[in-house]
């Protein structure tokens, strides 16, 4: 079983910044994608940024692109989402999620893909 713990949420002002850490308990990082999510209040749950296992090449959503940057280092474990210039809807609850994806180019958040989760940070933007 793999553990996936998140941390660093908290409260931002618009177009400030937070980190995100994502520990994972298990070296699944260069076999493994990692995904971060996030679902907002009366919303589905969206894919936000994740970072291939193979080759470590990241993507984004459209509407984080630019702002969030993802990395990951594979002898701690960790990967980090690095968010800027921070908006009010970005205040969501933020999960980590590890899985093989099948076609990362193409649907790299297809959440049936992710087999194991976090119990995710909340992260709120607001003045």
């Known amino acids: 079983q793999v553990q996936v713990v998140e941390s660093g949420g908290g409260l931002v002002q618009p177009g400030g910044s937070l980190r995100l850490s994502c520990a994972v308990s298990?070296?699944?990082?260069?076999?493994?994608?990692i995904a971060w999510f996030r679902q907002a209040p009366g919303k589905e749950r969206e894919g936000v940024s994740c970072?291939?296992?193979?080759?470590?090449?990241?993507y984004y959503a459209d509407s984080v692109k630019g702002r969030f940057t993802v990395s990951r280092d594979i002898a701690k474990n960790t990967v980090d989402l690095q968010m800027n210039n921070l908006k009010p809807e970005d205040t969501a609850v933020y999960y980590c999620?590890?899985?093989?994806?099948?076609?990362?180019?193409?649907?790299?958040?297809?959440?049936?893909?992710?087999?194991?989760w976090g119990q995710g940070t909340q992260v709120t933007v607001s003045s």
């Open positions: 999620a590890v899985g093989r994806v099948l076609l990362i180019k193409l649907w790299p958040f297809i959440e049936t893909e992710y087999e194991y």
């Open positions: 298990a070296s699944t990082l260069d076999s493994h994608t």
């Open positions: 970072i291939g296992g193979k080759d470590g090449e990241a």
